[in-house]
């Protein structure tokens, strides 16, 4: 008797995109409060680029025996579950899969995936937008988080990236805890940062209360904050020592179904912008990751499988 296989991305020996293989692997039953999703969507990330590149083997924080599934967010439908999960077949959903150390990503044509980790995708949001939200979206969440509400005594706060998609939910979401948000940027995505709220600098001075680092600056981002500031990064892996009494923290960002359920719904609403740069099948997944790699990508490439 067969056995029932699906498609997926991996990578055996990291080496940039010349070393994503697709290939053929078991289909898997859900357990316990899980779901097994038919992949519509999955968004490319720089986090992918650098798994590919091997970054986090060397790191060590990838041990796979035989290959690394590639892929961190994605939106699709539930097409099995597993005992106790409520999610009825055929529902939409999105989510984030996350960690380095694993043999399946999202790049894929299903996956099994916890219940409690995905959201449903609301009416009016297709599930390609859909997918660009997960992990940029909860990273931005999970960055306020780290920041807290702004004090009375410094409001000011400094979004690096405040282009890309990290920046642009950490714009919005930053305003709501009071902060007074300023987006660095390039000089041609002035208008894009200000049509979120924000004032905007294409060259930052230093003395910023706080400095939310999307655009992954490190030292030259910590080096704008005031004496006594915060900072936080999203590079955990190399997480910057504390200089000049400034709180210096960085985002580890992780599975959220019930955030993620308020992500969704606030960017169907438009509160949250949603941008697609472009859709590529899965078989081009290398071509996908040598785009991004080029810089400049304004919204989110995807991968549909």
């Keep these: 008797m ?15 995109p010349d070393a994503i293989e697709i290939v ?7 357990g316990p409060g899980q779901v097994r999703v038919k992949v519509a969507a999955a968004t490319v990330n720089p986090v992918d680029l650098a798994v590919v590149a091997g970054v986090f083997h060397d790191l060590g924080l990838v041990d796979q025996p035989n290959w690394t599934g590639l892929g961190w967010d994605f939106a699709g439908t539930v097409e099995s579950a597993g005992p106790g999960v409520d999610l009825a077949v055929g529902t939409r959903v ?4 996350a960690g380095f150390d694993r043999d ?12 409690a980790d995905v959201a449903v995708v609301p009416d009016g949001l297709g599930s390609i937008a859909a997918a660009t939200v997960p992990l940029n979206g909860l990273t931005a969440a999970q960055i306020l988080d780290l920041l807290g509400d702004a004090p009375a ?13 990290v920046g642009g939910y950490l714009i919005v979401l930053a305003q709501e805890r009071g902060w007074e948000v300023t987006g660095l940027a390039r000089d041609h995505d002035e208008e894009f940062v200000r049509s979120l709220g924000a004032d905007f600098t294409a060259d930052a001075e230093p003395g910023w209360d706080a400095v939310a680092d999307a655009g992954a600056m490190q030292q030259a981002a910590l080096a704008l904050v005031r004496d006594g500031g915060r900072f936080v990064g999203v ?12 709180a210096v923290s960085a985002v580890v960002a992780h599975p959220d179904g019930a955030r ?3 992500l969704l719904a606030r960017t169907v609403s438009g509160q949250l912008p949603a941008r697609v ?4 099948p899965l078989d081009q997944a290398a071509d996908a990751h040598r785009s991004l790699a080029k810089g400049g990508v304004r919204g989110r490439i995807v991968i549909q499988p």
């Design 2 to 16: 067969s056995v029932a296989t699906f498609r997926t991305a991996v990578v055996r020996t990291p080496g940039g």
């Design 24 to 30: 053929d692997v078991p289909m898997v039953e859900p």
């Design 94 to 97: 999105a989510g984030v899969v």
């Design 104 to 115: 399946y990503g999202t790049y894929a044509e299903y996956l099994v995936v916890s219940a």
């Design 153 to 165: 005594d410094g409001r000011r706060l400094l979004v690096t990236g405040a282009a890309g998609a």
């Design 235 to 246: 590079q955990p892996s190399s997480q910057l020592p504390t200089e000049r009494g400034i």
């Design 260 to 262: 993620l359920a308020d």
């Design 277 to 280: 740069h472009s859709v590529l």
